[in-house]
């Protein structure tokens, strides 16, 4: 690689500078917003990647399906920077914001109004290029005491310093939930706290692969640094910064569209399980789920069709029925809907070779193709190889539609559910239409989820117009949560899975994905035990999203009556998911009108009390409820801290009262989810479930006993 070297003033222009590298190359820093700049490189050949799909900051308007032009500033209100020019550098100024760019080499240094280092640029050498492989790198400095987070779906401790992590989405199924990496994600936002307390966050801009290294390496020549290497993609970038972590990523999020509002069904319980769908008697075995929950009297909002429904053996064929365990799908549907069970559809973005469309897209030239030969490309796929539709071909996008509404939407299903959306499509040649303008798959892959999901989005909008769409993705680059709830993926039942997936979920909230949840019980493995659901359900069931989700190779199913001895416990949990319906439903339009996190850790809250930034398995549901799961086996009782800033903190069952600030050892028996509100928090509660009283009545009147009102 080569470093960018130095650089000299090209041009001043209102909101920022211009700087000439030599060689035709450009280096632009710009305001967007007082808090906001935006850097760029631009190499003379122009950029790789000229458009963007991820950029969206005028509210109500979505990227053009053929994707936004890269220089496009529309949406930002690009205020006068107060410019200042120096020997050897220039100062750039606004009321929120700072930087100094030197010369010789290249750096950026970075300060916020009071004149606070927030982070500089790497001072021996910050930039680099490589024309044998077209990466670009970036450099910065790390302090010690750096605290980072984001980057999407990652797994582990939330502070990731220390760890070298990518942005290339896999099917990762089983995955390690410790340290696994990468998952299904392709999210290149880092969320930093500075020594000095101040936030900030950076997000570059690039739809190819990106390897992020937050301290894990170390050269003799340089102090501390981080890098982000792009894998031939382009480096433009926004520094965003504020006074707390939900002051960054609500700028974050307004930056890329902002969350949709789903529809308030699809905040329910919701369950589906591979194996019911798999059977060979599938339809038989569905309407008995009816049946069975029905009598249980198990509040459950929706129902999540396993791909079964298109499978011949383990093999999936997308948009199609298998009638031998199908023979009357309809009728079927028409009773999950008659028992208030909206219904969602697995479909998959892959054909298998011998499809019965397969020779249709092929004649549509729809298929991801070689480059030189225009053939569909072939890879792996559900025990065969098939080739992925290309979402950059509107014929592709048209049929796609058509199939949707033809195959799932007539059979009074409400949703799709896109899944296997990875694009793992390894093959160089390979390469998509683009809209007319072909783009290599290594700069596409997590495009073709976005676009995926947009697709069937939009179809399910004209559809019902006058009903708001819920869809769900498992992958997907930053722009997904415009359209669509996500999950942490195909998980594997473990105590252990049970406690790293609660932070992998609060990752992906601090990266701008705030409808979010995991597979309940866990995907893939054994069947969880008795005391293992019970505490899995009890820790999912304040998520935004609470799916009961398996496969079992001993033939289980994970269904609320999995274990009858916990049952009870099991219920309890989902029906207190529908007793905080009401609040639940705030903190959804919170997050859709004013970019919140709806679960986050404990320090977005309460960032000033460094107990919060410990690793903890506690979370905040909102700002009012704290959440803490047991995660431990055989536990009976379990210490929490209560964050230091409100009056008190409240029981929420009993209504006892402690300190703010205090550690606590709580009771936990199995059939408890221990939780608390702070004193002036206000929760709006549900009277019924299914017209039986919950314990709303008990919690208001503990609540007007305490100081909360």
């Not at 340089?222 to 031939?232: K, S, W």
């Not at 060979?280 to 075995?285: K, M, N």
């Not at 069937?456 to 359209?483: C, I, K, M, N």
């Not at 398996?550 to 949990?573: C, F, I, Q, R």
């Given at each position: ?316 064929y997308v948009f199609t029925w298998n009638r031998d365990k199908f023979p009357d799908p309809k009728a079927l549907n028409e009773r999950f809907q008659a028992a208030g069970m909206h219904l969602v559809a697995n479909i998959k973005p892959c054909l298998l070779d011998d499809h019965p469309a397969f020779s249709e897209v092929t ?347």
């Amino acid at each position: 690689m080569k470093t960018f070297g130095s650089a000299q003033l090209a041009r001043v222009i209102q909101s920022g500078v211009d700087l000439d590298l030599g060689n035709g190359a450009t280096f632009s820093v710009q305001v967007l917003e007082s808090t906001m700049f935006r850097v760029r490189y631009k190499p003379k050949s122009g950029y790789l990647e000229p458009r963007t799909w991820a950029i969206a900051p005028q509210a109500g308007h979505d990227v053009p399906w053929s994707g936004r032009q890269r220089d496009d500033l529309s949406g930002f209100s690009c205020p006068p920077a107060q410019v200042r020019e120096q020997p050897g550098g220039v100062t750039l100024q606004t009321d929120a914001l700072q930087v100094e760019v030197r010369f010789n080499p290249l750096c950026l240094q970075w300060r916020d109004a009071a004149g606070r280092t927030l982070v500089n640029d790497r001072a021996t050498s910050a930039y680099f290029s490589s024309k044998r492989t077209g990466a670009v790198r970036h450099y910065l400095q790390r302090d010690r005491t750096d605290r980072y987070y984001g980057l999407g779906d990652k797994t582990g401790p939330l502070n990731l310093h220390g760890r070298r992590l990518r942005t290339l989405a896999l099917d990762a199924l089983g995955y390690d939930p410790k340290c696994g990496d990468p998952l299904y994600k392709h999210w290149p936002f880092v969320l930093t706290r500075a020594p000095s307390g101040q936030w900030w966050g950076i997000y570059y801009d690039t739809l190819a692969a990106c390897t992020f290294d937050l301290g894990c390496e170390h050269d003799n020549y340089h102090e501390l640094f981080r890098y982000v290497d792009i894998d031939d993609g382009d480096l433009d970038y926004y520094l965003m910064v504020g006074s707390t972590p939900g002051d960054v990523i609500a700028q974050f999020v307004r930056l890329i569209g902002g969350t949709h509002l789903p529809p308030r069904w699809s905040l329910g319980f919701a369950q589906t399980a591979m194996g019911l769908a798999d059977a060979p008697d599938a339809q038989a075995q569905l309407d008995a789920f009816i049946t069975r929950i029905q009598a249980e009297g198990i509040p459950c909002s929706s129902f999540h069709y396993g791909s079964g429904y298109s499978s011949r053996g383990k093999r999936r064929y997308v948009f199609t029925w298998n009638r031998d365990k199908f023979p009357d799908p309809k009728a079927l549907n028409e009773r999950f809907q008659a028992a208030g069970m909206h219904l969602v559809a697995n479909i998959k973005p892959c054909l298998l070779d011998d499809h019965p469309a397969f020779s249709e897209v092929t004649a549509l030239q729809g298929f991801i193709q070689d480059a030189s030969t225009q053939a569909p490309v072939l890879e792996q796929f559900w025990d065969g190889v098939g080739s992925h539709l290309d979402f950059t071909h509107p014929d592709v996008v048209a049929w796609w539609q058509k199939s949707l509404a033809e195959q799932v939407l007539d059979y009074q299903i409400d949703a799709g559910w896109n899944d296997n959306n990875e694009y793992a499509v390894m093959d160089d040649a390979a390469c998509c239409h683009g809209f007319g303008q072909a783009l290599p798959m290594h700069r596409a892959r997590p495009l073709h989820a976005l676009l995926m999901t947009r697709a069937t989005f939009e179809a399910q909008a004209q559809r019902h117009p006058d009903q708001s769409v819920f869809t769900v993705t498992r992958g997907g680059p930053p722009g997904l949560q415009r359209y669509a709830q996500t999950w942490t993926g195909d998980n594997t039942t473990s105590w252990e899975t049970l406690r790293w997936n609660i932070r992998t979920g609060l990752q992906m909230s601090l990266s701008g994905m705030f409808n979010v949840g995991h597979d309940v019980g866990g995907f893939a493995g054994p069947s969880p035990g008795p005391e293992l659901f019970v505490r899995w359900v009890q820790a999912c069931c304040l998520n935004p999203r609470m799916v009961m989700n398996s496969w079992k190779a001993d033939g289980s199913n994970n269904v609320p009556w999995l274990h009858p001895s916990v049952t009870a416990e099991v219920v309890a949990a989902i029906r207190l998911r529908y007793v905080l319906m009401p609040y639940l439903w705030s903190l959804f339009e919170r997050a859709h009108s004013h970019h919140e996190p709806i679960i986050r850790p404990t320090f977005y809250d309460f960032y000033n009390d460094e107990q919060c930034f410990a690793d903890s398995d506690d979370f905040m549901l909102g700002n009012a409820l704290l959440v803490a799961p047991v995660v431990q086996q055989g536990a009976t009782s379990r210490r929490v801290y209560l964050p230091a800033g409100p009056v008190a903190w409240y029981d929420f069952y009993s209504g006892e009262r402690f300190a703010a600030g205090t550690q606590q050892v709580v009771s936990a028996a199995l059939a408890r989810l221990p939780l608390f509100f702070r004193a002036g928090a206000k929760l709006p509660l549900a009277a019924s479930v299914d017209g039986q009283v919950t314990a709303s009545d008990l919690i208001s009147e503990i609540c007007r006993k305490s100081d909360k009102f």
